[in-house]
């Protein structure tokens, strides 16, 4: 039988005295959280637990002794085994180190064995034989019974998180997971240190002396009126957008499209999320709001310094100067590519009525563009000036005004695809139903399955003619389509990488990051044990190390839930739907919103 002490090594030198931890439940097993010094008055001792029990909530106990023998303590041993009757357990543990020595030697007693030393009374001989002959069975069973030291860190200990968070009940239960939880729940004993005017003195961590940080209680002060200020202006911004004026369709189709204003009904949430008056009630509360503040710290401090490079040395009087020669040249581009497209592109032999229509007709909605950004031209510094100063409140919101700006000033493109999408989707549909005209099939509606039919020769007829017409005029308008698609995913994919970097920025858990490269050991993924001391004589002592979490499941764990948190189309989906034809929107879901 093996019985495991954890032992703290601040408590390797300690001065002789009590050991208060706790025995873990369904385990053979002790936690070591402190050591009382002597002198105390047991009474005191069982008050001073009581106590801090009632505050933590964890079930501590004394349990044994530990000696450390001085100049002038030469019956300390002997007075300390003497206190197991005032301390009544199933067990005592009797610790003791000497100097010199890295191990400690241990004997474990049972409660009848601690009563049979203490008792005074004098047994007859057969009674005196008969608890002769228990006590040789006794310390057989105690020879057989063999003791671990496991030394650990008790501060990191403390403040590290075992991982996996969410845990069956058998899991929460482990042997490793109650030691954890035990010592983090232990902080009202750590409280008492040797500088206090009270009788008892003990050593573990913090006895040496508590520790403190002007900055955390100074931040501990400004929370809570910050808190107040962020609900008061939350509730006046909830206020202003609860208007009736912009619950109108319009302004609301408008606000549920544009890139702005999704980014900000996420960071009202975040503010909303961090003026909370609770507290956070577990681990991962605390650290999505310790990761939120981060991130909105983050967020303001490069957009900050984005407005600094914007309105210094004029940027944007030259932003403004090269935007309309870039729309001109844009436009006269997609001219050129239109007049190729009426002619013979790449040799090929098009529909001439319709290359004619469709090229007039594209080209007519250039000449309409070219128009208004020239109508705009006097009005673009002042556009771009005012639409810098979003960029106070973070980098995410410049990057999202950006997306709106490139959605406006490519419009035409995207009208271009929508024609062009919509047109060639006609045309598959029609050419896939004509299809089955011909095989004596038609879909059913209702139960949404193909099913047999009966045509005449009328509407077979119309049916071939039409199938002729769509099949002969498909290669004009999917030349079209697939140009101006390709034109579509240029932009799509200028506008997804300024998504992904503003979600980046929103979900990127970077307080969690932060301790995992500074404090590694304050997430936890396991333990690894290596042999500190085996001296004849000795118990065997083992080093427990904590084993950080890996950066992967660090990010996977705390990330702040985003739409692109959410499972987007596959690859083949979206192959599916451009051969189609149907409109894609591959960096969001318009129907997902954040947790």
Not at 75 to 95: A, C, V, Y
Not at 242 to 262: D, M
Not at 380 to 400: E, N, V
Not at 567 to 581: E, T, Y
């Amino acid at each position: 039988m093996v019985l495991k002490i954890f032992f703290p090594q601040c408590c390797n030198r300690a001065d002789s005295g009590l050991l208060v931890g706790r025995w873990v439940s369904g385990h053979d097993s002790a936690v070591v959280l402190a050591v009382i010094h002597y002198p105390f008055i047991p009474g005191q001792v069982k008050q001073y637990i009581q106590q801090v029990q009632a505050q933590s909530g964890v079930e501590l106990s004394v349990l044994g002794s530990w000696s450390l023998p001085k100049d002038g303590q030469e019956g300390m041993e002997s007075f300390l085994k003497d206190l197991s009757t005032i301390f009544p357990q199933e067990r005592w543990l009797q610790i003791s180190r000497e100097f010199g020595k890295t191990g400690f030697t241990c004997e474990v007693l049972g409660r009848d064995q601690v009563c049979r030393k203490n008792s005074g009374k004098t047994l007859p001989p057969d009674e005196e034989a008969e608890k002769i002959e228990e006590e040789g069975g006794d310390e057989e069973q105690e020879d057989e019974e063999k003791v671990i030291f496991v030394h650990y860190e008790q501060r990191k200990v403390m403040l590290s998180q075992l991982h996996p968070i969410q845990v069956q009940d058998s899991e929460s239960h482990s042997e490793l997971r109650q030691m954890f939880g035990t010592v983090a729940r232990s902080q009202p004993l750590f409280f008492l240190d040797k500088y206090d005017d009270g009788p008892l003195k003990s050593t573990h961590w913090q006895s040496e002396g508590r520790e403190a940080s002007i900055i955390v209680e100074l931040l501990k002060q400004a929370s809570a009126p910050l808190c107040v200020l962020l609900s008061w202006l939350l509730a006046v911004w909830t206020w202003i957008c609860n208007i009736r004026i912009f619950t109108v369709f319009p302004l609301r189709f408008l606000a549920s499209k544009l890139s702005t204003c999704i980014q900000l009904s996420y960071r009202t949430e975040h503010l909303r999320t961090l003026s909370s008056p609770k507290a956070a009630a577990t681990h991962v509360d605390f650290m999505r709001k310790a990761n939120i503040v981060v991130s909105v710290l983050v967020d303001v401090a490069l957009g900050v310094a984005l407005m600094w490079w914007l309105y210094r040395d004029d940027h944007i009087p030259m932003l403004a100067d090269a935007l309309v020669p870039a729309a001109d040249r844009v436009a006269q581009q997609l001219e050129e590519l239109l007049q190729w497209l009426m002619g013979a592109p790449a040799g090929l032999k098009m529909n001439r009525a319709l290359d004619q229509v469709l090229g007039r007709f594209f080209l007519y909605h250039i000449h309409l563009w070219i128009s208004y950004i020239h109508l705009m031209s006097p009005f673009i510094q002042g556009i771009l000036w005012y639409g810098g100063l979003p960029a106070c409140l973070g980098l995410t919101f410049a990057l999202s005004l950006l997306s709106d700006m490139v959605a406006l000033l490519t419009f035409h493109i995207y009208c271009f695809y929508v024609y062009g999408a919509r047109l060639y989707c006609l045309k598959i549909y029609g050419l896939s139903s004509l299809w089955r005209l011909f095989r004596g099939k038609k879909w059913n509606v209702l139960r949404q399955r193909v099913d047999s039919c009966s045509y005449d020769l009328d509407q077979l007829f119309i049916g071939t003619l039409l199938f002729t017409i769509l099949l002969f005029l498909l290669p004009t308008t999917a030349l079209y389509y697939l140009v101006f698609t390709l034109l579509r995913l240029v932009v799509v994919l200028f506008q997804g990488v300024l998504h992904l970097s503003v979600d980046f920025i929103n979900s990127f858990p970077l307080f969690a990051m932060g301790l995992r490269i500074c404090r590694p050991y304050r997430l936890a993924e396991g333990v690894k044990f290596r042999v500190l001391c085996d001296e004849p004589g000795t118990a065997l002592h083992l080093l427990m190390e904590i084993n950080p979490l890996r950066c992967g499941a660090v990010v996977q764990t705390y990330r702040t839930p985003t739409y692109s948190c959410y499972p987007r189309d596959s690859w083949a989906a979206l192959v599916k739907k451009l051969f189609v034809g149907e409109l894609i929107y591959p960096w969001r879901h318009k129907t997902t919103k954040s947790d």
